[in-house]
């Protein structure tokens, strides 16, 4: 690895550390309803919001069963609308290149997946959708998704809080909902689309330039609003592109600049959530361990993706490419990727696109190393080095919980965590929670790749076909949507059980955790005695690493072997005998 | 009080109202009085007629003209994308041969040499507008030859035209394909309007500079 490869790491992960501590100590006083610089502006604002949507219904507190039924309520609605503007988008305004709705299938998946923050596209949108669609269907729900996800982390939050006074109840949902876009989200858009413009991404009503090219030839030049979608589809950690190359194309992430700071929009609301949470529970050393533990596990998948990919393959030096960087040139694994990038810049968004479970990319994961690919792929896997909005800190506590269970058993005192205690309804909660997540993985890869309509969709064959279809349920399940994108999902089979597999992903560990929360909520708080295991340590970080990495990993490891980790022998195996240059 | 769903009913229209068309109207007003070029697809005109975006690769064919990278989709805007082959694949092998085998058999020297990456692969767009310094260094050899151009003055254009990474750090050095291809353009003109007696000389010095270039990127 480069020295300058090094410095580009670490410099992201000091900015994006830097500026998540403040954020996350703004955000925590907003859900506080303590004073923020913002307020006098928009006061009036939330006022009249509340006033339209009921000032009763914004007025009440509500306990898990009233917050989670708020929320799915809303979810449905809204992906409704999406699933109606997409099929009627032939008839809606806005539709400079008369595209036709799109069908049921995939009107389906593409509403479960923009409503759940996946983002998961089984369409090309230069060649699929409407401006008005990219707006209304697409852009709206990058909003809404992120902000769902967002507050129940934050009702969570109010669960667990030592001085809750207001009993079983999490808050208001609607209330909570309003803050987040009007304190977070719209501001931060509003101010950032018009940098990415300036750097070169388009935000435009003008659906098309027809271009004469300098040695003749015509070019037909998709436009529209791109930037502002660009904005919260990495802010909210969305991923959904505007065009099908995603983050890789010029006009969605013209610049190393644009990059850089799509990269770390990315990054600040999920790690700040950390800081909010250390605040709102009012324990910080917890929320340093907590943040600590994720971090470590980060920077090991930045250092392993941006050295996998720099080292190249066997079957590159094979070709006669340069593959060690310098004179001009980047060297390395450039199948994919973009020159403005270069390796560093790629493997960084990716990862961190995986890792914050946005799912854009600057670069194809399809056509990643073996070892570049799978870094992505068991960052899915565990859902919660860092996480997207919301639910990457829930599965981390989720993980905690097991693990102050766990240590408790072994040195024989009783498992609580932040004061209350951790017994059978809790536990029970979050296995459901954590067991959801590799049965709606593992089931559907095994079953697509027994059958014919799962395996005619595969672009690669042998275990990194494999690797699509186990990639492209991981990437559904932990509502990533980043793809191996060679397998075609645009089929009634992958179109509905991807679909699927999103909405239980989302709701089923959201709904788990809600409850999980609220009968923690409901209990007194013990006060801690010398009995009391510590779980604001380094040593329990260590072990809270240790639960994520053996839980995590044991489900997954046989699977990674026929996939991932076999291409890798048979990379170097294949290669290893073979001659020089032609 | 009001029945749940009336109130999911009504937040949604709110929410959508405010998010699906309230800002991106509102921000779409605010860019393109703002940066109307950028906002309008960075486009490049030539006596009124749109060439090109600077930021969309375009096909250049012959030894005349400086080649972006190979594009798994022709370099066609309206299906962007990339070839997606595994690291394993067999057809990405075949690919990167043919596309080698290819620039071979037009530049003989190139035989038995390493390539800089972005000259034969396929990039994660099929638009990539950019290709490495050495690509183009590399290019700017038989561009010069079949432009009848002396090789230094093509390698000082080429040289004006790397954009370096962002504070020299963020990203990697870079060459438009498009611009350099339009400036090139420009140098032909003028060239052949005052071309002299010194044209053989400054071509043999040039010459000579490029191989001093290729033992140290070798």
């Known amino acids: ?582 | 009080m009001s029945h749940p769903l009336a109130t999911a009913l009504r937040f949604t229209l709110i929410t959508w109202l405010l998010c699906g068309l309230g800002y991106p109207l509102v921000e779409v007003a605010i860019n393109q009085v703002l940066f109307p070029a950028q906002a309008n697809g960075s486009l490049i005109r030539v006596q009124g007629r749109v060439i090109g975006s600077r930021l969309i690769e375009q096909a250049f064919t012959g030894p005349r003209w400086f080649h972006g990278r190979p594009s798994a989709v022709h370099m066609n805007p309206t299906q962007s994308g990339a070839s997606n082959l595994g690291p394993l694949s067999r057809r990405l092998a075949r690919h990167l041969a043919r596309r080698r085998a290819r620039l071979v058999a037009q530049h003989p020297s190139l035989a038995g040499r390493r390539l800089p990456a972005d000259m034969i692969t396929s990039s994660g767009s099929g638009l990539d507008p950019d290709i490495s310094p050495a690509n183009a260094y590399l290019q700017a050899r038989w561009v010069a030859r079949a432009r009848d151009v002396p090789l230094a003055r093509l390698r000082a254009l080429v040289g004006r035209h790397i954009q370096g990474p962002w504070l020299g750090l963020f990203g990697q050095a870079r060459v438009n394909v498009l611009a350099l291809n339009l400036a090139l353009s420009r140098v032909g003109h003028t060239r052949r309007a005052r071309m002299g007696m010194d044209r053989p000389e400054r071509g043999h010095r040039g010459r000579r500079s490029v191989r001093g270039h290729e033992r140290t990127s070798g």
């Open chain 1, 1 to 582: 690895m480069t020295a300058s490869a090094v410095w580009q790491i670490v410099l992201t992960l000091l900015v994006a550390g830097g500026l998540s501590i403040p954020l996350g100590h703004y955000i925590a006083r907003v859900f506080c309803n303590q004073k923020t610089f913002l307020d006098p502006i928009l006061d009036p604002v939330d006022a009249l919001i509340y006033r339209l949507i009921g000032r009763d219904a914004t007025g009440q507190a509500m306990n898990w069963r009233g917050y989670a039924a708020s929320m799915l309520w809303t979810n449905v609605l809204m992906g409704l609308v999406i699933y109606v503007l997409l099929s009627a988008q032939g008839h809606l305004p806005l539709n400079p290149l008369h595209f036709a709705g799109l069908n049921p299938f995939l009107a389906f998946n593409t509403a479960a997946s923009f409503i759940t923050n996946t983002n998961w596209q089984n369409y090309a949108g230069e060649s699929t959708l409407s401006l008005f669609s990219q707006m209304a269907a697409i852009t709206f729900p990058m909003f809404t998704s992120a902000a769902t996800g967002f507050v129940v982390a934050i009702a969570f939050f109010r669960a667990l809080s030592a001085n809750t006074s207001q009993g079983a109840n999490l808050g208001n949902f609607y209330r909570d909902f309003v803050r987040v876009l009007t304190r977070l989200l719209l501001p931060v858009c509003l101010v950032v689309t018009p940098i990415l413009v300036w750097q070169g991404s388009p935000d435009t009503l003008t659906g098309m330039v027809v271009a004469h090219g300098l040695q003749g030839g015509v070019q037909h030049i998709p436009l529209g609003p791109v930037a502002d979608l660009e904005a919260i589809k990495h802010l909210g950690t969305n991923g959904g592109g505007f065009y099908n190359a995603n983050s890789a194309h010029p006009f969605e992430n013209p610049t190393p600049l644009s990059n850089l700071i799509e990269t770390l929009l990315m990054m600040v609301t999920p790690m700040a959530l950390v800081v909010t949470f250390g605040r709102m529970v009012e324990n910080a050393r917890l929320a340093r361990v907590m943040y600590g533990v994720m971090a470590l596990m980060l920077v090991t998948a930045l250092f392993i993706a941006v050295g996998a990919e720099q080292a190249g393959t066997p079957l590159l030096t094979h070709a006669g490419i340069m593959q060690a960087p310098g004179h001009g040139q980047m060297g390395g694994n450039m199948v994919g990727k973009e020159v403005r990038f270069g390796i560093t810049q790629s493997a960084i968004f990716d990862t961190v696109s995986t890792a914050f479970t946005t799912g854009t990319v600057n670069s194809m994961l399809d056509s990643y190393t073996p070892m570049g690919g799978m870094v992505s792929l068991v960052q899915m896997m565990l859902n919660c080095v860092f996480g997207g909005k919301g639910v990457g800190v829930l599965n981390f506590l989720m993980y905690g919980i097991f693990a102050v269970f766990i240590a408790g058993l072994m040195v024989g005192r009783t498992p609580e965590f932040l004061g209350k205690k951790i017994e059978k309804r809790e536990i029970v909660l979050a296995s459901l929670a954590l067991l959801v997540h590799p049965i709606i993985i593992l089931i559907p890869t095994a079953w697509s790749l027994l059958a014919p309509y799962g395996v005619s969709s595969l672009g690669n064959s042998g275990s990194h076909g494999l690797s699509e279809v186990l990639y492209a349920f991981t990437s559904a399940a932990a509502n990533n949507g980043s793809a191996f994108a060679g397998l075609n999902g645009n089929t009634p089979w992958y179109n509905v059980t991807l679909g699927l597999v999103i909405l239980f992903g989302r709701y089923a560990s959201i709904i788990f955790m809600l409850a999980l929360g609220g009968s923690l909520a409901a209990k007194p708080a013990v006060s801690e005695t010398v009995g009391t295991l510590k779980t604001d340590t380094m040593l329990f970080g260590g072990f809270w690493l240790a639960t994520i990495v053996v839980v995590g990993a044991l489900t997954f490891f046989p699977v990674l072997v026929l996939g991932p980790i076999a291409e890798v022998f048979a990379l170097y195996a294949h290669h290893a005998t073979a001659g020089g240059l032609r």
